[in-house]
């Protein structure tokens, strides 16, 4: 079973940065997926960016031109850089593996969430 490690939840002033990590214990291969989702108070989990080991990313709309996910190849370490964080930002960030592999489609991980607090 993949384990998920995460670092870097914290409390930052709006228009501020902040980069969260994740290192998941097994290698990242051409089809996986490793990415960032958030859930904030009363609201439904949703997509911040993923990064496939192939290099492709996918943004959510949450991430507003504002985040970047970048992957220090051949490790299995992402990095969530956030740059003029808003209040509305304010979630707990989870990290999440999805395999994309026939032998591991069905291998879905997630990290131990990471508060992000933004005050205004």
């Known amino acids: 079973q993949v384990q998920l490690v995460q670092s870097g939840g914290a409390l930052v002033q709006a228009g501020g940065s902040l980069s969260l990590t994740c290192t998941a214990s097994t290698s990242i291969e051409t089809m996986d997926t490793l990415g960032w989702y958030r859930q904030a108070p009363g609201k439904q989990r949703e997509l911040v960016a993923t990064?496939?080991?192939?290099?492709?990313?996918t943004y959510g709309v949450s991430a507003g031109g504002r985040f970047t996910i970048s992957r220090r190849k051949p490790t299995s370490t992402v990095t969530l850089h956030m740059h003029n964080l808003e209040p509305e930002d304010t979630a707990v960030y989870y990290c999440h593996y999805q395999g994309g592999h026939p032998w591991n489609a069905g291998s879905v991980a997630w990290g131990q969430g990471a508060q992000v607090t933004v005050s205004s």
């Open positions: 990064l496939t080991g192939g290099g492709r990313t």
